[in-house]
């Protein structure tokens, strides 16, 4: 059995999830504990579920590519429109 590497969720975060527009989480198990634990601080944000697996090291280079990869898709381009195809707020 895999166990997440999620820490706790600091108290920091929780004031983070009142004002976020996106929140992206790596796995659809940390969607699922996000939205359990903080259902009515998330009605306003994007929750996007980016399906990378819980398993690299913290900063490792091939995680950091993915991450920039999949992210860069559901934000704005810095060259103005969007960066890719727009998604559900409980998209999966």
Do not use: T
Not at 37 to 53: E, G, N, S, W, Y
Not at 68 to 80: F, Y
């Amino acid at each position: 059995m895999r166990r997440s590497h999620a820490p706790p969720i600091p108290d920091q975060v929780r004031d983070d999830e009142e004002w976020a527009d996106i929140i992206f989480v790596m796995e659809r198990a940390h969607r699922a504990k996000l939205q359990r634990r903080f259902r009515a601080q998330l009605k306003r944000a994007r929750v996007i579920c980016l399906d990378i697996p819980d398993d690299y090291a913290f900063m490792q280079p091939e995680l950091v590519a993915l991450l920039e990869k999949k992210v860069a898709r559901h934000l704005p381009s810095p060259l103005g429109g969007e960066g890719g195809r727009r998604s559900r707020p409980d998209e999966g």
